[in-house]
């Protein structure tokens, strides 16, 4: 048996293999980064539906009578104020409502505000 003579192509197969590991290792990485992005867009944007829903309540449900209301619900803490010192437009006065949420955990702040004709208010 004749011993084994190196030849230029020997240890490519290695290099190969090196390189091929080495794009596997980065796609898995890249991947993972990917979907633990997913993952965190997807918890903001239900925090966002949710914030949302509240608001709208809250300014739904508020009465006419000014002042501050506050309270809290699974995971926001929120401020509700109907300020009677708006604008008169026309025959009516209008009351701003706003309304201010925070999540407890992330502490993103939403806000939302509307006017609305105040109850009782009709200019002579």
Known sequence: MRPHQP?????????????????LASTIAASLTAAHQGQRIAQASLEVR????LMQDLLDGAGDLAGVDEGRSAQFVWRRVVDESAQAAG???????????????????YRAATERVCAGEVAP
């Open 7 to 23: 030849t230029a192509t020997d240890g490519y197969a290695a290099v190969d293999a090196l390189v091929a590991m080495t794009i």
């Open 91 to 109: 025959v009516a006065t209008l009351c701003k409502h706003s309304v201010l949420v925070t999540h407890r955990v992330t502490g993103r702040v």
């Open 50 to 53: 949710q914030a949302t829903a």
